[in-house]
């Protein structure tokens, strides 16, 4: 009997939905601000949806490098739709409210591909090492069935990983308020308006962000090492230049890419009560929207097979020449 009022007592305590406040403090300011993020939004999704049109349709793009550059556009843009559009609808018309299902959902999603971005982000950094290290082998190595295996398995750790925060969240009486301060349903946002123990959530945040930030981290520092140990290894200035210009587009994406995680990791742990939280929503979004945005562009500007391919089709023209990676 005990138990049976416990669980009735836990379903009473479950909103029926949520209500999320956008950038806290800066309520006033959401018009201006959603200026920027509807920009860079549709940024995002031309550029994204445009190199994996040039993925798929060149013939000169069927190669490694660019099979796991179209897994991280489409990661981007799942990312960004996840949440940007609900921002805007809260920026521009007022429609804070979602559901405590639907949040669920958002939230899932928001974090299973952050995380498969941050896994793709390691495989493309061992595409590189192998490419420079292993050239002749390279075509051998990473064969189509290789790259949609450790495709799937990325995929598959995020999902695997993040589908216990739903069940950790889902758990929780809620007992202080429905309003989120946030722009979108974060997993920590969510579990802090709970009378319960958030202890086990907070503690498996932390070991999930280990097991994937800290794994893809190591393993890109890695492969860079070996990857800068060959190049310094070659005799002449322009054959380093010519092999680590292959790297660049990619360091730029891990830059655009952990910058703001970084920031938003160790400012909520050590400078939560300097840092106002309006900052910390911002930078939020801005880790959700400055990689799916900067990324095609970098790599449309940095990789010349893609710039050669983009300018053909801008000038007519029919004539497909394989380029070499």
């Keep these: 009997m ?3 009022m416990l669980m009735l ?3 009473d305590l479950t909103p029926a939905l949520f209500i999320l406040n956008g950038v806290p403090g800066l309520e006033d300011m959401h018009i201006w601000i959603s200026f920027p993020f509807c920009s860079m939004y549709v940024v995002a999704m031309v550029g994204n949806c445009g190199l994996l049109y040039l993925i798929c349709c060149e013939d000169s793009l069927h190669r490694p490098m660019y099979y796991f550059l179209a897994m991280l556009s489409l990661t981007d843009l799942v990312i960004c739709s996840s949440t940007i559009p609900k921002a805007l609808s809260i920026f521009w018309f007022h429609l804070k409210e979602i559901g405590f299902d639907e949040c669920l959902v958002q939230m899932f999603f928001t974090h299973t591909f952050t995380g498969m971005e941050s896994g793709v982000l390691m495989l493309m950094a061992l595409d590189r090492y192998v490419a420079i290290c292993y050239p002749l082998r390279y075509s051998t190595i990473l064969t189509n069935s290789v790259i949609a295996k450790v495709g799937l398995t990325t995929f598959l750790r995020g999902v ?3 589908i ?3 069940f950790l969240t889902k758990r929780l009486p809620y007992c202080k308020g429905n309003i989120i301060p946030h722009t979108y349903c974060d997993h920590m946002s969510v579990a802090k308006l709970s009378c319960g123990n958030v202890k086990v959530n907070a503690i498996y945040g932390l070991i999930v962000a280990l097991l994937i930030g800290g794994f893809d981290i190591l393993c890109i520092t890695i ?3 070996m990857i800068l140990r060959a190049v310094v290894s070659l005799s002449s200035a322009d054959a380093q230049q010519k092999a680590f210009s292959t ?3 990619h360091i730029f994406a ?3 890419s952990y910058s703001p995680a970084f920031f938003s990791f160790f400012s909520h742990r050590f400078g939560g009560h300097i840092i106002p939280p309006s900052c910390h929503i911002i930078v939020a979004n801005i880790y959700l929207l400055l990689p799916p945005t900067m990324n095609p562009i970098v790599y449309g500007v940095k990789t010349k097979q893609i710039r050669d391919c ?13 380029q070499s990676i």
């Excluded at 983009?310 to 394989?322: A, H, M, N």
């Design 2 to 4: 005990r138990l049976v």
């Design 310 to 322: 983009v300018l053909r089709i801008l000038s007519g023209s029919k004539d497909t020449k394989p």
């Design 254 to 256: 891990i830059v655009f």
């Design 160 to 162: 695997i990983l993040i």
């Design 164 to 166: 216990p925060f739903t």
């Design 247 to 249: 790297c660049t587009a």
């Design 223 to 225: 492969s860079y090492t």
């Design 9 to 11: 007592n836990q379903t």
